[in-house]
């Protein structure tokens, strides 16, 4: 079932509130990376301007979208600031902390603490849109296999996976991509980014 938190005393406007939870969700990012760098993969949260290249073409009637790893909420941010309702949004995290960052940073925003190799499983909607920021580079291969079958499984046709990825080189074998029947369209790569990041798009055929 989708996992949700409440926000407690603070109201969702407050500036103090916003105040107290940028610092709260850096430091407990941190944290993560400490304790799970293999898990986390980034030295910081994702830009804006990342989050901007992640989410281009979604919009109030893009339908759902389905999110991997969206850690502590950067790119789900985006996703909502694109005008996604955030019911439609449904986030696979399987760290419980950032989960319970996510839902209160995002409220109502649909919330799996769930492996992303379990999306048949989960029963999510088939959707035009996946948005992943997996660090598919430090994950074994057969898991990102098992990764992109699910997500494919998951696909609309002519849908499409975003990815980003620190490196020129896309982060999924060509054999995998071509079994799929997914081809890859690289993206530009965001400098403003810490690092540098470039976006792919792997597009299902229609």
């Known amino acids: 079932l989708p996992h949700n938190s409440a926000v407690g005393s603070f109201g969702v406007g407050d500036v103090s509130y916003r105040d107290h939870l940028m610092s ?5 990012f941190l944290g993560q990376i400490l304790a799970r760098p293999q898990e986390v993969g980034a030295i910081l949260p994702s830009s804006s301007y990342l989050g901007r290249e992640m989410t281009d073409g979604l919009g109030v009637g893009t339908g759902p979208v389905i999110e991997l790893g969206p850690g502590p909420g950067a790119i789900t941010q985006a996703i909502l600031g694109r005008g996604v309702p955030a019911s ?9 902390t950032f989960c319970d960052i996510l839902a209160r ?102």
Not at 24 to 28: C, D, E, Y
Not at 127 to 152: E, G, N, Y
């Open 88 to 96: 439609d949004i449904h986030a696979v995290e399987m760290n419980p």
């Open 105 to 206: 940073r995002c409220p109502g925003v649909r919330i799996y603490p769930a492996s992303a190799t379990d999306l048949v499983a989960l029963n999510l909607p088939r959707v035009s849109t996946i948005v992943s920021s997996l660090p598919l580079r430090s994950i074994p291969a057969d898991v990102v296999l098992a990764i992109m079958v699910a997500a494919h499984d998951r696909l609309l046709p002519g849908g499409r996976i975003l990815q980003f990825t620190y490196g020129m080189r896309q982060p999924v074998a060509s054999q995998t991509l071509d079994e799929l029947g997914l081809a890859c369209i690289a993206g530009p790569k965001v400098w403003r980014n810490l690092p540098p990041a470039r976006v792919f798009s792997f597009q299902r055929g229609v």
């Open 24 to 28: 709260l969700h850096l430091s407990q």
